[in-house]
Nanobody, 127 residues
Framework: QVQLVESGGGLVQPGGSLRLSCAAS????????IAWFRQAPGKEREAVSC????????YYADSMKGRFTVSRDNAKNTIYLQMNSLKPEDTAVYYC????????????????????WGQGTQVTVSS
């Protein structure tokens, strides 16, 4: 059973930075993708970024490009989301999600593509 545990959320001022972590365990697949989604109050869950271990491909939503960076520590089975230049509109619960197999530019952002989800971590950007 795949388990995902997010951490690193908190309160940060506008313009600040946070690094989220997603520790994955219990998977046996050779290929997988781990994505970050977020959900703000009253809004739909939206895709933020994704790391695929197939060639180390990374994907970003347009509004996050240049501010967010996704990376992996293979030894720790952990995916990180470095978030810089944070804005109040980045306030949301951030979730990581696991897909067994491949993703590409047309699938990585689809919520239904992911079979396993973490419990979420709150990020609040406020002065």
């Amino acid at each position: 059973q795949v388990q995902l545990v997010e951490s690193g959320g908190g309160l940060v001022q506008p313009g600040g930075s946070l690094r989220l972590s997603c520790a994955a365990s219990g998977f046996t697949s050779d290929y997988y993708a781990i994505a970050w989604f977020r959900q703000a109050p009253g809004k739909e869950r939206e895709a933020v970024s994704c790391f695929s271990n197939f060639r180390g491909a990374t994907y970003y939503a347009d509004s996050m490009k240049g501010r967010f960076t996704v990376s992996r520590d293979n030894a720790k089975n952990t995916i990180y989301l470095q978030m810089n230049s944070l804005k109040p509109e980045d306030t949301a619960v951030y979730y990581c999600a696991f897909h067994t197999g491949f993703v590409d530019g047309s699938s990585w952002y689809r919520r239904l593509w992911y079979e396993h989800w973490g419990q979420g971590t709150q990020v609040t950007v406020s002065s």
